[in-house]
């Protein structure tokens, strides 16, 4: 069974950093195309970047609100995808899902890890 | 890049059929077949419902099906069940900047 399992949300303050991580299991890490996608409160879905599979290259594509502000990694031994968040701003509060991808498509979400940006 | 147009609330009674659209542009929507369709209940993670303008993850009702006109792709719901009853988002890639765009979200009410 897939799983993913994101954690690392919290309080922050304007120009803070938090690191979140997503804990997946039930298929191969390393052959796997991973997002990140983030929920205002009340607002609609925003891609906010995509790493593409060691095979695959490994690319890495971000949404122009957070280029040069987020960076998305893997570490693959331990099955988990990180997206470091620099220079937040109070527009980056959301709930963060990670999602597995498939086809183009957004197939496993986690539950979500709300990040706050606040004074 | 801007959001994919969706009305922002579609209904319909039990047992009816109800289409939500997603309007976008020849370099998203139009260029690629590669739309997929999002189903949230409240509090809840979002579920892939459509992938690819119009298969189905294993799981999903047949009630459910894509399609895509030029720029402009749909969601159908047939036989409308009390369950469908949630926001419903599109997403497409586009390509340029390798990067996916959302829809703005359709909340569908069963009457």
């Known amino acids: 069974e897939v799983q993913v399992v994101e954690s690392g949300g919290g309080l922050v303050k304007p120009g803070g950093s938090l690191r979140l991580s997503c804990a997946t299991s039930g298929f191969s890490f390393n052959d796997a195309w991973m997002s990140w996608v983030r929920q205002a409160p009340g607002k609609g879905l925003e891609w906010v970047g995509r790493?593409?599979?060691?095979?695959?290259?490994?690319?890495?594509d971000y949404a122009a609100p957070v280029k040069g502000r987020f960076t998305i990694s893997r570490h693959v031994s331990k099955n988990t995808l990180y997206l470091q968040m620099n220079s937040l701003e109070t527009e980056d509060t959301a709930v963060y899902y990670c999602?597995?991808?498939?086809?183009?498509?957004?197939?496993?979400w986690g539950q979500g890890t709300l990040v706050t940006v606040s004074s | 890049q801007s959001a994919l147009t969706q009305p922002p609330s579609a209904s319909g009674s039990p047992g009816q059929s109800v289409t939500i659209s997603c309007t976008g542009t020849s370099s998203d929507v139009g260029g690629y077949n590669y739309v997929s369709w999002y189903q949230q209940h409240p509090g809840k993670a979002p579920k892939l419902m459509i992938y690819e303008v119009s298969k189905r993850p294993s799981g999903v009702p047949d009630r459910f099906s894509g399609s895509k006109s030029g720029n402009t792709a749909s969601l159908t719901v047939s036989g409308l069940q009390a369950e469908d009853e949630a926001d419903y988002y599109c997403s497409s890639y586009a390509g340029n900047n390798n990067i996916f765009v959302f829809g703005g979200g359709t909340k569908l009410t069963v009457l």
């Open positions: 790493i593409k599979s060691q095979t695959a290259g490994g690319t890495i």
């Open positions: 999602t597995t991808m498939y086809m183009a498509a957004f197939d496993y």
